[in-house]
């Protein structure tokens, strides 16, 4: 079993639902723990190609997109509890950047408090994207927003109705 994570951190929003808490993933490690034998991608690739047996409860334990907290929070509770080795898969054009991943900078400009063009438009190589903000143009920070996630059927404001819609647009560019 090959367990994909994202983020070992406290976040104040999370609307992909990216984030572990440091707390949960420790409980989660020592279920973990308990029931598996951590093995590095690299290893299940060998014996996977060379035939050998991998026993029952082989797992891997692997982190996508390289966050800073992968290193900071995942890596030592790993340690602590004995779960390592993590593959931690990078995205390799932010190496030594500052810059944010697009979905972490699409969150911010929408859902983070702030004011927007009333009118926003964007040009996309095949198509025009426009939509009226109206009141929603400028947010105040609400106790409703930071626990929004995409799950949630419900838009609350225009402007979560737009992060969708951008997110649906921008992923597979």
């Not at 992968?70 to 340690?79: F, M, S, W």
């Not at 004011?115 to 105040?140: H, K, N, S, W």
């Amino acid at each position: 079993m090959i367990l994909a994570y994202h983020r070992v951190t406290e976040l104040e929003s999370d609307p992909q639902l990216l984030a572990v808490t440091p707390a949960r993933f420790r409980k989660q490690l020592e279920y973990l723990a308990a029931h598996y034998q951590v093995w590095s991608v690299d290893a299940v690739a060998d014996a996977l190609r060379t035939g050998e047996k991998l026993p029952d409860n082989w797992i891997c334990l692997t982190f996508d997109d390289g966050y800073q907290d992968n290193l900071r929070h995942a890596a030592p509770i790993a340690a602590e509890a004995d779960m390592t080795p993590l593959t931690i898969f990078p995205v390799s054009g932010m190496i030594d950047t500052v810059e944010e991943p697009w979905w972490d900078e699409l969150e911010c400009l929408l859902l983070c408090p702030g004011r927007l063009p009333q009118d926003l438009c964007l040009q996309f190589p095949d198509t025009t994207y426009r939509r009226d903000l109206g009141v929603d143009a400028e947010i105040q920070s609400s106790p409703e927003n930071p626990v929004w996630t995409v799950l949630n059927p419900k838009n609350p404001t225009r402007r979560h109705e737009v992060y969708r819609e951008l997110h649906q647009l921008l992923r597979p560019l």
